[in-house]
Antibody, heavy 120, light 110 residues
Framework: QLQLQESGPGLVKPSETLSLTCTVS??????????WVWIRQPPGKGLEWIGS???????FYNPSLKSRLTISGDTSKNQFSLKLTSVTAADTAVYYC????????????WGQGTLVTVSS | QSALTQPASVSGSPGQSITISCTGT?????????VSWYQQHPGKAPKLMIS???KRPSGVSNRFSGSKSGNTASLTISGLQPEDEADYYC??????????FGGGTKLTVL
């Protein structure tokens, strides 16, 4: 059974960098059948697709976040990571990592989510 | 890229049917049969309910069905049950390996 687990600081100061890691077990991030995705949800609001990483390290970003965003993968640890720079209170959200099926573009497995609060 | 448009809330009584719409554009919903729907209970991660407009993943009740016409996709839940009360989100492929979500719809079972 595939499992995804987010980890990282729950509190980040404004203007600093938000860094999260997703550890995948029960499946390989090296598979060409899936994208590995970050999605966020501000408190009381809807879901926002942040970006993804695909086989071979190709990355795809939400245009609204692209200038501040880096997604990377570590196949040796079966992890992928998110870095979002120059954060503000608007970046406060529950951050989810998920698996997206390549041919169907649906998100079939999700992590439990981790709340990141941007505050001084 | 703008979020897909969903009604903020819908409601129905147990046993009734409800439909949630998801409106996009000719660049996303209208161009691809790659619309999916997610159910989210409070404090939980979303759960995939419908894939590729109308396909149910294994284990999802056949009370859930999906369809699409033009730039609008729809999720129908028949025979409403109390446990269906949740937030529902649509998602669509938007080209160039990107995706869009709808703003979400809160379903209340009266």
């Amino acid at each position: 059974q595939l499992q995804l687990q987010e980890s990282g600081p729950g509190l980040v100061k404004p203007s600093e960098t938000l860094s999260l890691t997703c550890t995948v077990s029960g499946g390989s991030i090296s598979s060409s059948s899936y994208y590995w995705v970050w999605i966020r949800q501000p408190p009381g609001k809807g879901l926002e697709w942040i970006g993804s990483i695909y086989y071979g390290g190709r990355t795809f970003y939400n245009p609204s976040l692209k200038s501040r965003l880096t997604i990377s993968g570590d196949t040796s640890k079966n992890q992928f990571s998110l870095k979002l720079t120059s954060v503000t209170a608007a970046d406060t959200a529950v951050y989810y990592c998920a698996r997206e099926r390549y041919n169907w573009n649906d998100f079939d497995y999700w992590g439990q989510g981790t709340l990141v609060t941007v505050s001084s | 890229q703008s979020a897909l448009t969903q009604p903020a809330s819908v409601s129905g009584s147990p046993g009734q049917s409800i439909t949630i719409s998801c409106t996009g554009t000719s660049s996303d919903v209208g161009s691809y049969n790659l619309v999916s729907w997610y159910q989210q209970h409070p404090g939980k991660a979303p759960k995939l309910m419908i894939s590729e407009v109308s396909k149910r993943p294994s284990g999802v009740s056949n009370r859930f069905s999906g369809s699409k016409s033009g730039n609008t996709a729809s999720l129908t839940i028949s025979g409403l049950q109390p446990e269906d009360e949740a937030d529902y989100y649509c998602s669509s492929y938007a080209g160039s390996s990107t995706s869009l979500f709808g703003g979400g719809t809160k379903l209340t079972v009266l």
